[in-house]
């Protein structure tokens, strides 16, 4: 039989009346009912439930089956609980179609907003100077710039890199080590074709990269991951070890530096290689600039980076620092021309760097990113104060840790509110034991890109993640 419950003007401020009726428990006899007045419009969008006793206490059944019941329409989006508010009915009544790997877009084909991981604000690209350098690189460049490319990269990028990167990374190297890709998935293919092994790689890193790599043939081993980055004395038997070292990514922090002599140590001993990502050491903010491994050792650290963290992935423009023993191997692998970077893109490249221009951009995207970041933080301060942050101190984005087993319901929470974000768990190496044993870290949370919303949405990307966290 169905049991009703009619409310009092003074727990919802309008009668409503519902019906809990229909196969499976109390609760989910509750939330069905909860979901149709939402749907229907009898509950509208900032309509404050009553107090999860009172509730319980109205129908007959236990305060843990009503609180269960709100928590995960909280998460599923219906609801929102803010301390000192209660729990209301979400501003969004009809909530859009959830948000998944694929970044599915809801309704008209995108979600709202934006908080996945990875990319900058198109907006922010330095339009003006990238153009003036493409006018002079273009004026000044040579007859042979126009022939065909030099698997190595233009001898004029070559060698601006190696003056950069030895001044802003403290990488030791020539230009005739550095050899010019399109970016770290490129590198990594050309360097498992090269190096081949089975590899260690971070128990939490791109899916993405671990795919290519196997399309490759190279197999991935899980690193554990803790608060000093990297546990580099677990190495083994592997080829290579594939690392973030100046900001973990996507947990945040950079590798130790007992841990960052022990990798090379480790390399030295073992004729291994460690190849270093270098994603986005140009942006710290809270402590001060983490030099690259490769500084260790150039003959046993291979550094890869690129300008899709700092000014566009769409230039696809990379390199990697190679050890000598390494280069005329990677050249082979790439062929007798160069297929992938465009000569004109690498000659403007260059002219940005030597004209100061991308150390100017840096700069004023370091603040930038700096101020959202900070944004992030009050943000969650003012209303998710039980929501830990961490990985702030440097990088784009930052960890949101969260309750064990509530990551899937909050990112589907998020989905609900209109809000692409995604969870640790999507990161993590598919090896890593289930029970979490041999010191792997199997912890809930969110990875929060704050670089990638354009400023006049940023307000309101933190508005619906604020609204999709669990309440304390």
């Known amino acids: ?42 509950l509208a969008p900032g309509t404050r439930l009553p107090p999860y006793r009172s509730l319980a206490a109205d129908l007959g059944i236990a305060r843990n089956t009503v609180a269960d019941a709100y928590a995960e329409l909280v998460a599923e989006g219906w609801l929102t609980a803010r301390q000192g508010s209660g729990t209301r009915v979400a501003q969004q009544v009809a909530p859009v179609a959830p948000v998944g790997r ?53 001898a004029e990028l070559r060698e601006a890199l190696a003056e950069y990167l030895a001044r802003v990374r403290g990488v030791r190297t020539a230009p005739d080590r550095v050899v010019v890709c399109s970016g770290a998935a490129h590198a990594l293919r050309l360097m498992a074709s090269v190096v081949g092994g089975r590899w260690a790689v971070e128990s939490y ?26 546990r580099v004395g677990e190495l083994g038997k592997v080829r ?67 300008v899709s963290k700092s000014l566009s992935p769409t230039l696809r423009l990379g390199w990697m620092v190679l050890p000598e023993h390494l280069v005329d191997d990677v050249v082979a692998a790439k062929g007798e021309r160069e297929q992938h970077s465009s000569a004109t893109e690498q000659l403007t490249l260059a002219d940005f760097i030597t004209s100061g221009a991308y150390d100017r951009h840096v700069r004023r995207m370091r603040r930038r990113h700096r101020r959202r970041r900070d944004q992030l933080v009050a943000a969650l301060a003012e209303r998710a104060p039980h929501v830990r942050v961490s990985g702030i101190a440097a990088g784009l984005h930052a960890v949101l840790e969260l309750p064990p087993g509530t990551e899937r319901a909050v990112v589907k929470a998020a989905a609900w509110q ?21 010191g792997h870290d199997r912890r809930d949370g969110l990875v929060v890109g704050y670089a990638t919303p354009p400023e006049h949405g940023y307000a309101g990307a933190l508005d619906a993640l604020c609204r999709a966290l669990p309440p304390e």
């Open 418 to 438: 209109g809000l692409a974000v995604e969870g640790l768990s999507d990161y993590r190496h598919p090896d890593v034991p289930a029970d979490g044993h041999d």
């Open 205 to 230: 890193g791109l899916p993405f990269h671990r795919g290519l790599l196997a399309d490759g043939g190279v197999p991935t081993v899980p690193l554990a991951v803790d608060e000093h980055g990297a």
């Open 102 to 154: 694929q970044r599915t877009p809801a309704r008209a084909g995108r979600p709202a907003y934006d908080l996945v991981q990875g990319r900058p604000d198109p907006s922010a690209f330095p339009r003006g100077a990238w153009l003036a350098s493409a006018r002079r690189a273009l004026t000044l460049a040579p007859h042979d710039a126009f022939g065909p490319g030099d698997p190595r990269g233009r």
């Open 1 to 42: 039989m169905a049991e009703s419950w009619v409310n009092s003007a003074e727990s919802l401020g309008a009668d409503l009346h519902l019906e809990l009726s229909g196969a499976g428990s109390r609760r989910a006899a509750l939330m069905r009912a909860l979901r149709e007045a939402v749907r229907s419009g009898r």
């Open 240 to 306: 290579a070890a594939l690392l973030t070292p100046a900001h973990q990514f996507p947990t945040g922090g950079p590798l130790h530096p007992e841990r960052r002599a022990a990798v090379v140590d480790w390399a030295r001993s073992t004729g291994g290689l460690v190849l270093e990502d270098d994603y986005d050491g140009e942006f710290r903010y809270d402590r001060q600039p983490v030099g690259a491994v490769q500084s260790l050792d150039p003959d046993r650290v291979v550094l890869m980076g690129s």
